[in-house]
């Protein structure tokens, strides 16, 4: 079988309903014939492995350990979703303590046991804290994380097609960007709906409201309907974002990453980005003033989140923060 690279890939909380999509996927995909399963629930994770054993995926070789000294070492490529899931009433930031702390573990795990890892894909809440409590343990270069942030914009996708009846592929230039949780900046001012500027359509206010609500709120309305948090739409885009990572199409929805720069400083949030097989690269944001306001507003949310994940210890002061990865 032609698999798009041999190198291993470890998907970090197997067990869940997005770990097993995301092997599922992985091998449909065929991005690996090596995939290794993690998780510290066995026989969630055992009933993970049968089932991907029993659909037969031609050439792979599927391991899986609930210790991370197996499962980590010599990995190259790492998806995660082994955090506490959203429940509902629950927002993303609820998470922050619990979730910040496994983050802590997983990044010490990736320093100890595979240092050289390529790239690695964290999607469990609240992401943009996560991904950094990640990437300051690990010691790995920013451009090797991202988190999965491209939901939202893909909800907002979904909200204009609905609103204005056309497929949802037919609506571009529509993106949220900062923060992947109650406080996002949504950029529609160059959207276009199948080829017209949405500024030239009908849209009164309370539309325009209704559209960012739902955009803010789809994972919560997901998990209304079904009664559980979403999982395939993360396992799918997570996936995609480490298929781009290993040199597979290019992966061009916002993610979350390191940004350090004169107006955002120190934080992993959403920003205009494309991920290859060098890593993730990102640009600043272009839109109104409103926009760029939403934005701000956004960040400072972030700072907020990254100073108290500071206070609780989980990551050190940014001034040290070269001492616990030089790469920062």
């Not at 470890?10 to 065929?30: D, F, H, R, W």
């Not at 999965?148 to 009846?165: C, K, V």
């Not at 885009?237 to 004169?262: L, R």
Request: hydrophobic fraction near 40%; glycine fraction near 8%.
């Amino acid at each position: 079988m032609n698999y798009l690279t041999n190198e291993k890939l470890v998907i970090v909380g197997a067990a869940g309903m997005i770990g097993s999509n995301m092997a599922q996927t992985a091998l449909m995909l065929k991005l690996t014939p090596n995939v290794c399963l993690y998780d510290v629930y066995e026989p969630g994770l055992l009933g993970v492995v049968a089932e991907m054993d029993h659909c037969a995926f031609e050439g792979a070789n599927i391991t899986w350990s609930t210790d991370p000294a197996v499962a980590f070492k010599d990995a190259k490529y790492i998806i995660s979703s082994g955090g506490a899931p959203r429940k509902e009433g629950m927002t993303r930031e609820d998470l922050l303590k619990g979730n910040c702390q496994i983050a802590e573990e997983f990044g010490k795990n990736v320093r100890k046991y595979c240092p050289d890892v390529k790239h690695i894909v964290i999607i469990f809440n609240p992401a943009d804290l996560t991904g950094l409590v990640v990437l300051l343990h690990a010691g790995v270069k920013p451009s090797c994380v991202t988190t999965l942030s491209a939901l939202d914009s893909t909800r907002l996708q979904e909200s204009l097609a609905r609103t204005f009846g056309v497929q949802q592929s037919k609506v571009t230039g529509a993106y949220t960007y900062g923060g992947h949780g109650e406080v996002m900046a949504v950029f529609a001012s160059k959207a276009l709906i199948d080829g017209k500027p949405l500024s030239k359509l009908p849209l009164s206010p309370e539309m325009w409201a209704q559209i960012k609500y739902k955009t803010v709120q789809g994972g919560s309305n997901i998990m209304r309907l079904r009664g559980r948090t979403s999982f395939q739409s993360p396992a799918y885009n997570a996936v995609k974002m480490i298929e781009a990572a290993m040199g597979g199409d290019k992966f061009t929805w916002p993610s979350g990453c390191y940004v350090n720069t004169p107006d955002y400083q120190n934080v992993m949030m959403a920003m205009p980005s494309v991920i290859d097989a060098t890593g993730v690269h990102f640009t600043d944001p272009v839109g109104t003033a409103e926009e760029l306001a939403e934005l701000r507003a956004s960040y400072e949310h972030l700072c907020d989140m990254r100073d108290e994940v500071i206070r609780l210890g989980i990551i050190p002061p940014v001034s040290e923060w070269h001492s616990c990865n030089p790469n920062l």
